[in-house]
């Protein structure tokens, strides 16, 4: 693992300082998609939505390692997990596809808004009835003079009814495959664009997450980023960043749960003596911080080798896979360790493992990792 210099090491301290100063915020405006829109207003002061951005857009500048260090900060401090996973979803969805693939012109529309927290973002890539098959979408994208017209609809978009702007995944050529998939930039006004009701979920339940619909929906031509056919490299890329930038924010938000636990069983007792003291109980602890450490060096490990050109696509599925299934064996045990305790909603470790619960399927759930890694081994 790298040691972090004195720059780094104050731009995690000052997220450090900023979720403490979330946490002490009265209530949040959630309106009728529950999300803390006060709290989002405040997200723009943080700097975190323009960490790895060009400065020219008002961004920070930093490399990727860097960016995942100051957010697993974010996990660590933030006690909100939806505001945490919507901040990851605009930062990944939208500002790394302008970064790494936008024009000028679209970098001076979006870009220096996303950086200043005055945009929310999101990409629509799942359908009703493809799911994870992405190359199997249906959604379409015809030319039309100096636009596109968009039809179709896309499910489980994150911040879906709560968008501004949404990088939308569309399939511009019937039987061209990978090459026939087209990213477009669509402003959530745009005439024929509509988003569904926000969809209840177990958990994450701040972040609202919804359909989407397109009935001939008009998106200017100059609005399609990384050029036609490149959707499907675009995505890949895209995917990349998101899983190590939401994942990271797990790894901050296991490391508070493990500290959390290691104080109440330092302090609980039972029996005349502290209940950490009992082997079951310390064996607990044990396990929740090797995998904790576990996934934190996959993540940083393959951060590192993404930022330096190589090919990391094993290592980030094995990344994901482990990160997510240690995020609820670490809910799991939290709950056991504080018992009756962690049973009730009062100490917030019900929340914590309902969030859990979906990172083993959101950016792929692990089944299909573990079918990329197997098919990557040549099997």
């Known amino acids: 693992m790298r040691i972090w210099d004195e720059e780094q090491l104050a731009l995690r301290e000052g997220m450090e300082r900023w979720c403490s100063s979330l946490g002490a915020a009265p209530a949040h405006d959630t309106g009728e998609t529950g999300f803390p829109f006060d709290a989002w207003k405040q997200v723009g002061s943080s700097g975190v939505m323009g960490l790895p951005f060009d400065p020219a857009h008002g961004g920070a500048g930093v490399d990727l390692p860097t960016t995942m260090f100051v957010l697993e900060a974010l996990g660590r401090g933030c006690r909100d997990g939806g505001l945490s996973f919507s901040v990851a979803t605009t930062l990944c969805s939208t500002g790394v596809p302008l970064q790494h693939f936008g024009t000028d012109a679209q970098k001076d529309r979006y870009l220096t808004r996303l950086c200043a927290g005055d945009l929310i973002g999101a990409h629509a890539i799942s359908e009703p009835d493809t799911g994870s098959d992405?190359?199997?979408?249906?959604?379409?994208?015809?030319?039309?003079?100096?636009?596109?017209?968009?039809?179709?609809s896309k499910s489980f978009v994150t911040n879906g009814p709560i968008a501004d702007v949404v990088v939308v995944y569309a399939r511009t050529r019937p039987q061209g495959g990978p090459l026939g998939i087209t990213a477009f930039l669509v402003d959530t006004d745009t005439p024929g664009f509509s988003s569904g009701r926000p969809i209840k979920k177990m958990g994450l339940t701040s972040s609202p997450m919804s359909e989407l619909y397109f009935d001939d929906c008009r998106v200017p031509a100059d609005r399609v980023i990384g050029g036609a056919g490149r959707g499907y490299l675009l995505l890949e890329h895209v995917m990349k960043w998101e899983i190590l930038c939401s994942f990271v924010i797990n790894a901050g938000e296991m490391q508070h749960r493990f500290e959390r636990c290691l104080e109440y069983a330092r302090t609980r007792t039972q029996f005349g003596k502290p209940i950490g003291s009992f082997q079951a109980i310390a064996h607990k602890l044990v396990d929740m911080r090797i995998r904790l450490e576990t996934a934190r060096r996959w993540l940083y490990d393959t951060g590192e080798r993404l930022a330096a050109g190589e090919d990391v696509t094993m290592d980030v599925a094995i990344s994901k896979l482990l990160t997510s299934e240690a995020n609820v064996a670490s809910g799991l045990a939290a709950v056991?360790?504080?018992?009756?305790n962690g049973?009730?909603?009062?100490?917030?470790?019900?929340r914590e493992l309902a969030n859990a619960v979906g990172s083993t399927i959101y950016s792929g759930t692990t089944e299909i990792q573990y079918n990329r890694i197997s098919s990557l081994l040549g099997l």
């Open 343 to 350: 049973y009730t909603s009062e100490y917030g470790l019900d």
């Open 134 to 152: 992405a190359l199997s979408m249906r959604t379409s994208a015809v030319r039309d003079g100096d636009h596109y017209v968009l039809n179709g």
């Open 336 to 340: 056991q360790i504080f018992g009756g």
